[in-house]
Every structure is written in structure tokens, then in C-alpha cells.
């Protein structure tokens, strides 16, 4: 097993957009997915994608963290396109997506711990579960874990590596309230000590909790963008999202 050596930020991903959609298509027989999509995120922020269920939300953020191939359009994260990125480059990636794709026999520590020798500078083990409140279910099999105590494993997963960029993809799903918080609060720190986190979210209130910038996808189009301010304009996150969902069919 070789430990992949994680590469310093230059200082234009320290200060600008790591990550970057121009004219980004994605189709899937007569479903388009997403249409000439532009957006961007950047280090030391909270960049949430909102959206209704079937907005398109999951196809961006598989398409950004390598897992699929747009059909038009560049799509860059630190400045590669992601698929077929080097080791280098993916060490610096943190990837949680709805399915999880945790190992069923795995047990959650073990796993973790296996996950962090790939990184020359994991989190801290004992840390890391005991802020996600995993050595509770520590030594239980991942097949029997709730589905909230999978989100947190899967959480944990994709922070291990200390990202400069973590994809999320509804990370609090399943997760009660407490959980919740303690999830709001782990990726508001991460993002505030200069991680560039792209969330989605089909829920607003999360997006107003968390979001320094949102990016509001409805039909695969984004038909909004900016900081909250601005995409406000003077109404709230909730009702322009909802007014802008139902323009576009959502």
C-alpha cells in the first residue's frame, strides 16, 4: 500500500475558484441532466447546489469529483479535469456521495484507519469519530449500521484526508436532528480553515444555514447563482428558490 504525499495549495487556489463548470452537458438517454451549466467554487467556502430531486444536483458533483464524463462543456477541479487525475490530485479530494459506497463487512474504525494510510497527514483518528459520534457503532458491521450512522461513516470517509476540496452529496440525509448540527457545524470548519466544500441540498434551511454561495440548478439549468444577498434580492432563499424551481417545470 503506497501513502500518496499531499501537495501544497498554490497561492491561486488558496485565493480563487478551485473548482470551475463552463458549458457543462450531461445527458442520459432522453433525460438531460444538466444543461451547458456554469458555475464555480472556491477555497474557504460553503458553495451549496440546490436544487429539487431531479434538478441535477448528483450528476454535478459526480461529474466533479471525477465519477463521470460531461458530453459538453470543461469542467476543472485544481485546475485538472477530474477523471482520470493523477494520484496527487486525488489525494487532495474528498468525495461523500448519497449511496455511500462503504464496504459491507468493513467495520466503521478499521475502515477509517485503513482510508488514512493512503494520506501522509490524516485527521486524527480518535478525533474525527468522536466529533461525528462514530466509536458509538466502532466494532458494528457496516451492513448493520442505521442510515443515519452510515452518513456519518461515510462523512468521516471523504474528511479523512484532510481535503482542499470535499464534495457532498445531501450529506445529512437520513440524520437526526443533533446530527445534523454536529454535521453543519464539522463542514463549517473545515470549509473556514480554507477547504473548498460543494454541497448539495434539495433543502433550503440548509443552504441558509451553510451556504456562502449558492447555485440553484432546476430541469439541469442554472436558473440562479451568487452569494445569498444576491440571490435573495430582496426575498427570501426560500421563496426565490421556489418561485425559480416552478418557472423552469422543476
Known sequence: MSRV??????????????????????????????????????????????????????????????LQRPDAGRAEVLGTAPWGAPAHHRARVGVMLQDGGLPQAARPVALLAHLARFYSSPWPLDELCQRLDITSFARTAVRRLSGGQRTRLALAAALVGRPDVLFLDEPTSGLDPHARRVAHRTVREVADSGTAVVLSTHAFEEAERLADRVVILAGGSVVAQGDLPTVRDGLTLEQRYFALTEEVGG
Open 5 to 66: 504525499s499531499r501537495v501544497p495549495r498554490s497561492a491561486s487556489a488558496d485565493s480563487g475558484e478551485v473548482v470551475r463548470f463552463e458549458g457543462v452537458s450531461r445527458r442520459f438517454g432522453a433525460v438531460q441532466a444538466l444543461r451547458e451549466t456554469h458555475w464555480s467554487a472556491a477555497s474557504g467556502s460553503v458553495t451549496c447546489v440546490l436544487g429539487p430531486n431531479g434538478a441535477g444536483k448528483s450528476t454535478a458533483v459526480e461529474i466533479a469529483a471525477g
